[in-house]
């Protein structure tokens, strides 16, 4: 056939086509209806669909063409180029012209021009007519989808005032359009998935670049919504080749929350950070621990200076939070070796289906998933349940755990208060503690410390007396600050372990061989930990020396945003390169070929330390090798290795079974009390103390921060005295922020004497009727030195010594006053749960008063059990009776009455705290 008669003949059967159309409920107007090429468009659109979907709801579609040119042919709503008119009735087109929306024609490029015109009048029709359908069923209304990108209905949040998406990143939508509400999320997504690039040439994309291929979550939740309204059954996804190597879910076991833990003496970390880990069976292809994935939710802050400008950003969304698939190699050396910081593990139980639609939200996510990073609202932890809430199967969601601050500790809280059917269809939390923390090598190294001196001790009579002292000798030597005196140690301590030897009893040889060995293991252990801490000293220096000379970088946070981003665009290209998404390597490369400033004197001093520090620590794996190539060759290191390890976990498996499972965000306790005022006679009180976060030292918690660190965040409380009326306030006391830790640098890692002791600082405003000037303000500071302790700080003793700043203050008069403080903290854990314990705190302090010729001398103390009642139900209590006395007033003149003037407080309280 001739192509004149091959026009001839569909210019016959045009007028039919669009009769047929218009029976179908799609009617073209004026020009439209004649233009043949977009007819057979039209109705190839319209065959994109399922069949019961080709008939619009809604009455009439009616498609209009005009003769003015726009991008992709389309309206963009405005009123030079309508979308829409007559409400949904009439949907615009215009002749085809480029566009310059990157998303739109990221993967167009092997199209020609001709073939993407045809391609956007097939999405032009597909867009039309799922409008109609959501307008509908409210598809975009579901929380189904919404979730998936993160859409905010207006007031769903504080300072949303119209409808929003926490995805701000325009490669997560199908195009522009798709960002300026969910319903056309949607519809541009159908667009695409209904009209793919490869349905207008087969070769046009690489098979993992498809939208089959990268957009699982959203595929699937307009499927279920298809097959939900009847409408038909989408097709599979078919084979995913990248996705389905790197899924590789025939042997995925679970999923796990791990929780990056502070260091207890590092307050800017002490909120911690949250990850989560996909954990693989053994299948065909081994994987070392070290290449196992873990997903990091992290703001990319680039290079950036940690200055006030760094803390602004990180409060007003001016960085990105990202999802990073590295490795727990890179997360090993990061947080565990640089940073110092352990990681808790606990497991998320969910079902296969939820895990799949797991990994596929992680793949997606680290392509598509840039959300503004505001450290108190959006963070690794509203990140966390973003994923999660993407994955879950039906309409469970989880909830942040507030609205103006969620901390990560409070979301594990949520995570474990869930419940999901558990095996032989028992009710269990959707989270699970597993008692196996990986270990900082600075925690490893302090169970190395109280390890090697067990080891030491064991020696007694079983080895010579002269050979165990020098022994002893080189164990101080071992614990010195300076790494040359440490290694000339090394050097003297194969002849001290053949000497120990030789003078062992011969029934006794084997048990003192293994001792032996586990010294030396346990103190090449301390060592790895200093050549850490050296390395992270040296990568502090190297930074501030770089950013010093102010040169612009290429690691800024913008820069590595959009580099991210241009790597990812392309799955094709993607899979032929590796991407170093470990943030330490990327700062070292920066630092490689960047200007930097000279070392100051004593950053050199620092540098040469540390060089001398891995000298050591070479040294010390030297002799390791040779003592277990040696005298030490007859223990078996893979049985020391296993003990170890057992012996760990289950020291941590006892502390979980008594811990409490909550952390202390979010407490509430009612009190009742009675006074004893210094007139006589007794007055009852009622009380209220709640608190955004409280957590005292020796807390034992599952999902909270060190025992060795107290944190009190606006914790207060008002004791009200019942009277006809109002009742009459007589106490209130408000820590705003309150930090104290007792953990102590090892003795060869101390700096300085400031590293042998603890210390704390609070802020806090109270109030009592009692009290002379019954207003005031308080800052104060103290360094603790730790008297007793034992593991996990369960039970300790500690004095402190500081200062603090007061503001006392009546209607008529307002009065600054400072001076020392001594105080005395002790605690001491009670049998049953790890929550049970008796508490005292004292303090004594002489201030000196503006307008005052004496001192004002304070003392009080604070005694108080606690005890933990159980669980009724979902609720847990825990009851606190506390015995407080307070004195306050000065020493008066020899010649006056009374020698002691001032007032006093005594009370007794009992609380009870609904968890």
């Known amino acids: 056939m001739s192509p004149r008669l091959g026009e001839a003949i569909a210019a016959h059967q045009l007028p039919n086509r669009v009769k047929a159309l218009a029976a179908a409920g799609v009617v073209l107007i004026g020009a439209a209806a004649t233009d043949a090429e977009l007819v057979t468009e039209v109705e190839a659109g319209l065959n994109a669909l399922p069949p019961a979907m080709r008939r619009p709801p809604g009455g009439t579609l009616e498609f209009m063409l ?48 001709p073939e993407s015109e045809r391609l956007w009048r097939r999405r032009a029709v597909v867009h039309a007519v799922m409008q109609r359908w959501d307008d509908a069923h409210h598809w975009s209304r579901t929380d189904a989808w919404r979730r998936l990108s993160g859409w905010l209905k207006p007031f769903e949040r504080p300072l949303v005032w119209k409808e929003e998406v926490r995805l701000r990143y325009a490669g997560a939508f199908s195009r522009a ?20 690039v490869e349905s207008l040439r087969a070769d046009a994309l690489p098979v993992d670049d498809h939208v089959r291929c990268q957009e699982f979550s959203k595929a699937r939740a307009l499927a279920e919504h298809v097959a939900a309204a009847g409408l038909g059954d989408l097709p599979p996804r078919g084979n995913c080749p990248a996705f389905d190597a790197w899924a590789d879910r025939e042997v995925l076991s679970h999923f796990e929350v791990l929780l990056v833990a ?143 601050w969620v901390l990560p500790t409070a979301t594990l809280d949520t995570l474990a208060g869930i419940q999901v059917e558990g095996p032989e269809g028992r009710q269990v939390p959707l989270l699970e503690h597993i008692p196996d923390t990986i270990e900082s090598t600075g925690d490893r190294a302090v169970r190395a410390q109280a390890s090697r001196r067990e080891a030491l001790e064991s020696l007694t009579g079983h080895v010579g007396a002269n050979e165990l002292a020098r022994l002893r000798e080189v164990h101080a030597r071992l614990q010195s600050p300076e790494p040359q005196t440490r290694m000339r140690a090394y050097d003297g301590l194969p002849a001290v372990i053949a000497d120990v030897l030789h003078s062992a009893r011969t029934a006794s040889l084997d048990t003192v061989r293994e001792h032996l060995h586990a010294y030396v293991a346990h103190s090449v252990r301390v060592e790895r930990a200093a050549v850490d801490r050296a390395e992270g000293e040296r990568l502090r220096i190297e930074r501030e020396r ?59 001093k620092t540098l040469v330390w540390a060089e001398r520090t891995e000298t050591t620590f070479a040294r010390a794996t030297e002799v390791q090798g040779a003592l277990n190539d040696g005298p030490l060759s007859q223990v078996e290191p893979l049985a020391f290795l296993g003990e170890d390890r057992h012996r760990k976990v289950a020291a941590e498996t006892t502390w979980a079974q008594s811990a409490l499972r909550e952390s202390g965000a979010a407490r509430l306790a009612l009190t009742v009390g009675m006074d004893f005022p210094v007139a ?36 207060g409380e008002l004791l009200f005295a019942p009277r006809w009326g109002v009742p009459k306030v007589a106490v209130s006391d408000m820590t705003l922020l309150g930090y104290r830790t007792l953990l102590r640098e090892l003795p060869q890692f101390r700096d300085s004497f400031w590293d042998a002791l603890g210390w704390g600082a609070e802020a806090r405003v109270s109030s009592s009727d009692a009290r002379m000037l019954p207003y005031r303000a308080t800052v104060q500071a103290e360094a603790l030195v730790v008297l007793d302790e034992n593991a996990r700080f ?92 307070r004195w306050e007033g000065w020493v008066a003149p020899p010649a006056a009455t009374s020698w002691l003037d001032g007032s006093a407080e005594r009370r007794l309280a009992l609380g009870l705290e609904v968890r």
Request: hydrophobic share 40%.
């Open 680 to 715: 006589g006679g007794v007055r009852p009180l009622l009380g209220l103390r709640t608190s955004a976060m409280s957590e005292a030292l020796g807390d034992a918690r599952l999902h909270g921060f060190q025992p060795s660190s107290e944190l009190r965040v606006l914790d």
């Open 66 to 113: 005009h003769a003015e040119a726009a991008p992709l042919g389309l309206g963009d709503g405005s009123a030079e180029r309508p979308d829409w008119s007559q409400g949904r009735t009439r949907f615009h087109l215009y002749q085809y012209a480029p566009s310059d929306d990157h998303r739109a024609t990221l993967r167009l490029s092997r199209l020609t021009d």
């Open 177 to 196: 359009l798709g960002q300026r509400s969910a319903s056309l999320d949607l519809v541009t997504f159908a667009e695409e998935w209904f009209v793919p």
């Open 262 to 404: 502070s260091t207890g003496r590092q307050p800017e970390s002490l909120f911690g950070h949250l990850l989560l880990r996909p954990v693989w069976r053994e299948g065909e292809v081994p994987r070392g621990p070290t290449f196992e994935h873990v997903v990091q939710l992290v703001a990319l802050t680039g290079m950036e200076g940690k200055g006030l400008g760094y803390v602004v950003k990180g409060m007003t969304g001016a960085y990105d939070t990202v999802f990073l698939t590295g490795t727990m190699g890179d997360l090993s050396h990061e947080a565990l070796e640089l940073e110092q910081r352990s990681i808790r593990r606990f497991r998320l139980r969910l079902n296969p289906g939820e895990d799949t639609r797991m990994l596929e939200r992680v793949w997606e996510l680290e392509r598509r998933g840039y959300m503004g990073y505001y450290f108190f609202t959006d963070n690794c932890a509203t990140a966390l349940l973003f994923l999660l809430n993407g994955a879950l199967e039906g309409s469970r969601q989880v909830r942040p755990p507030g609205l103006l």
């Open 794 to 885: 369960s039970r300790y003793t500690a004095v402190g010594l500081g200062g603090l700043a007061l503001l006392h203050w009546r209607r008529d008069l307002l009065t600054p006053a400072a001076g020392p403080r001594l105080s005395v903290a002790h605690r001491t854990g009670l049998p049953g749960s790890g929550a049970n314990a008796v508490r005292l705190e004292a303090a004594y302090a002489p201030t000196w008063r503006v307008g005052d010729d004496h001192f004002t001398h304070e003392a009080g103390a604070t005694l108080q059990i606690e005890l933990w009642l159980g669980r009724a139900g979902p609720f847990g209590f825990l009851l606190t009776p506390r015995a407080q006395v």
């Open 546 to 604: 770089l950013l010093a000379v102010k040169a612009p970088l290429a690691g800024s946070a913008r820069a590595g945003t959009r580099e991210r981003q241009r790597i990812f665009e392309s799955e094709d290209s993607l899979q032929r390169r590796l991407a170093v998404l470990d943030r330490v390597t990327v700062l070292k490369d920066a630092m490689a070929s960047a200007p930097r400033r000279r070392p100051t004197p004593e950053e050199l």
